[in-house]
Nanobody, 126 residues
């Protein structure tokens, strides 16, 4: 079992930045692909970014490419999402997710991830 705890959400003006963190329990973090998703009320949960087990490969939704950066620190069991040039349409609850050990893709589907955090709210005001 893996527990994921997100932090770092909040209220920010358009054009601003936030960094989300997701701390994972256990000793298998470095064996897992990690992802970030987001969800607005009444909408489907959507893929934001994913990162390979070593951190050497990253994947982004087109809507955030060039503005968001995903990174991980396997020594700290933590994955990050640096968000810059934020827009009101980035407002959502952001979720951290972990795949089963040693699995790779698909990265953009929620069904590929086994463990989820409780989410952290990000609100971007115009």
């Amino acid at each position: 079992q893996v527990q994921l705890v997100e932090s770092g959400g909040g209220l920010v003006q358009a054009g601003g930045s936030l960094r989300l963190s997701c701390a994972a329990s256990g000793r298998t973090f470095s064996n897992r692909v990690m992802g970030w998703f987001r969800q607005d009320p009444g909408k489907e949960r959507e893929f934001v970014a994913a990162i390979s087990r070593s951190g050497g490969t990253t994947y982004y939704a087109d809507s955030v490419k060039g503005r968001f950066t995903i990174a991980r620190d396997n020594a700290k069991n933590t994955v990050y999402l640096q968000m810059s040039s934020l827009k009101p349409e980035d407002t959502a609850v952001y979720y951290c997710a972990a795949k089963l050990e040693y699995l790779n893709g698909p990265y953009v589907s929620t069904s590929g991830y086994r463990y989820w955090g409780q989410g952290t709210q990000v609100t971007v005001s115009s």
